[in-house]
């Protein structure tokens, strides 16, 4: 009993459930990474001679690609071309027995190498489809190729990002992806369940990567639509609320402060020693207060430039004010909260030894998932997998010499 007790709580929520993972770059990757985190089983596919683009972004230590190591992790690895008509039928017999499929292909791409929706529900009904691209499967744009620096372009994101006479500013990172990603996972998840409660019936989930950093951005097409007003750059300010913005301490560093909550406002104020602007009439209000910005980063600047970051945190922290210093990766891997929680972990890699990583992102008491393993080579598991759909020894070299596996 205690035993059964363990792998209640060790098993992820995906348990049982089956993952094939046909996308690249970066928000199918994650989505998948996601799930294989919290316990799916998540099979990669790759073209047998044309590597995953993935294991080509990012730093690389002695030729390994460390961030492959982190979106590949919980996944077993099989080279396989859908294009021929061999490595087609294969990939639905492997979708035979799947519960989840993630592809970022063209819109149309499946279909033409005949493994589209209609055909992957003919061999598993309750097959659920996630379908990300750059602009979705219909519309003008849909053609097009798509990447998250589109996305970031057009959603709003580039143009609020920077200084106010700066140029339009993109994120150094896969941001569009990575929210898509995440939402991705959500939307599985909740296919999944759909699929508890409509008698198993699978179904086709058609994501862009647009939609969801446009939802993040926030709601300035409404705005527009209603007031005619257009949002504009602000750089570190905000039109919302203020004092909100970075300031340099004495000794160099970067700090953020937000005061988003009326009363922190409040205590920020008390903090650096201008109490009057409460009684104002326009401190009343975010918004009021964001239209006296230049006045109020003034006493809360010359107040943080005349201490260091350790006095400057530890005094807001003592006000109950909300503050966070800047960090660099290095300070990230040193702070004492993220090492004490565990968002980040050392997990063993065949190849780098002990490789530190971004944990499961969210903590379930029950079912917490696992990092089961980290990326692994191309086609790692490719006779492994073919083996378990039955295929012989004899079948799979047959495969291989013609390039239809790797």
């Known amino acids: 009993m205690e035993q059964m007790q363990e792998e209640l709580v060790t098993a992820g929520p995906l348990d049982g459930i089956k993952v094939i993972d046909a996308s690249t770059i970066l928000a199918g990757p994650l989505a998948c990474q996601i799930l294989g985190d919290y316990g799916a089983e998540v099979i990669k596919i790759e073209h047998p001679t044309k590597v995953d683009g993935m294991r080509g972004h990012g730093p690389a230590k002695d030729g390994t690609p460390i961030w492959w190591k982190e979106i590949s992790r919980n996944k077993r690895t099989v080279g396989l071309s859908l294009k021929d008509p061999d490595g087609a039928a294969l990939f639905l017999r492997l979708a035979a027995t799947a519960d989840v499929v993630v592809e970022n292909f063209r819109p149309g791409t499946l279909e033409k190498w005949g ?109 527009y639509q209603q007031t005619g007003v257009v949002g504009m750059r602000h750089g570190n300010r905000s039109t919302n609320n203020a004092p909100r913005n970075t300031y340099e301490t004495s000794d160099g560093h970067w700090v953020a402060i937000s005061t988003s909550a009326q009363a922190i406002a409040e205590r920020v104020m008390h903090l650096v020693g201008h109490p009057e602007v409460l009684d104002e009439p326009w401190f009343a209000a975010g918004n009021t207060r964001a239209e006296h910005a230049d006045e109020l980063d003034g006493y809360v600047g010359g107040w943080i430039g005349a201490r260091t970051r350790d006095q400057v945190v530890t005094a807001f922290t003592e006000a109950g004010a909300a503050i966070a210093p800047i960090y660099s990766a290095k300070e990230i891997v040193e702070d004492p909260h993220i090492r004490e929680t565990q968002m980040l972990t050392e997990v063993d890699d065949a190849d780098l030894g002990p490789l530190l990583q971004h944990n499961v992102m969210w903590r379930m008491s029950e079912t917490p998932g696992s990092i089961r393993f980290t990326g692994r080579a191309h086609g790692e598991d490719t006779e492994t997998v073919l083996g378990e759909l039955g295929l012989s020894a004899d079948e799979v070299a047959d495969l291989r010499s013609r390039a239809v596996i790797g």
């Open 115 to 223: 493994v589209g929706p209609d055909r992957l529900h003919e061999v598993n009904p309750g097959l659920v489809i996630a379908r990300v691209t750059g602009f979705g499967q219909t519309g003008p744009y849909s053609s097009r190729a798509g990447f998250g620096t589109l996305a970031e372009s057009m959603s709003g994101f580039a143009h609020l990002t920077g200084q106010p006479d700066g140029p339009p500013t993109l994120p150094a990172f896969g941001l569009a992806d990575s929210i898509c990603g995440i939402a991705a996972s959500s939307a599985i998840s909740m296919a999944l369940l759909a699929r508890e409660r409509n008698g198993g019936k699978g179904q086709v989930i058609d994501l862009d990567l647009l939609s969801p950093i446009m939802t993040a951005v926030g709601p300035g097409p409404t705005v």
